[in-house]
């Protein structure tokens, strides 16, 4: 289980390494994803508070990067935070997530993006539920959600 002194360590001495790299231009990347995913996954936008379709959804799946399709969330980990964006305790592996230091806006926090796309998922925050105290908060616009299949 991950805590935040290990994503500090890796937001400092680098990052694991993915299972796979995938790398596109941008053009291609336009091409692939609407105006607000490339915003927010490419461009390190945010969306708005309460606004995205994954914050209250509950159903049983894998969360995977909008860009790549690599999983990332379980939704086994997922909690709600109260905060308007999804929020999890753990990636679904520990390579999955890529952890860079970001002193944006005059705050210094830990941006979390997709280990194999460099998508921008969001941020961590050392003030989830315990055992580990972590709450990933990403955006909807960077996630699709996988739906487990019941029907067997």
Partial sequence: MLTWKDVI??????????????EKTETQWR????????????????ERAH???????YDAGKYNCVCCNTPLFDSTIKFSSG?????FTQPIK?????YEKDTSYGM???EVMCNTCDAHLGHIFPDGPEPSGLRYCI???????EKENTNE
């Fill in 83 to 87: 905060t308007g964006w999804p929020s």
């Fill in 9 to 22: 360590n890796f937001a400092v001495n680098g990052n694991p390494k993915p299972d796979k790299r995938v």
């Fill in 139 to 145: 955006n909807s616009e960077s996630m699709v959600l």
């Fill in 108 to 110: 210094v926090r830990v």
């Fill in 31 to 46: 091409d692939e994803l609407t105006p607000e995913q490339y915003r927010i996954t490419r461009q390190k936008g945010t």
């Fill in 51 to 57: 606004s995205g379709a994954l914050c209250t959804t």
């Fill in 94 to 98: 520990e390579n999955a997530i890529k």
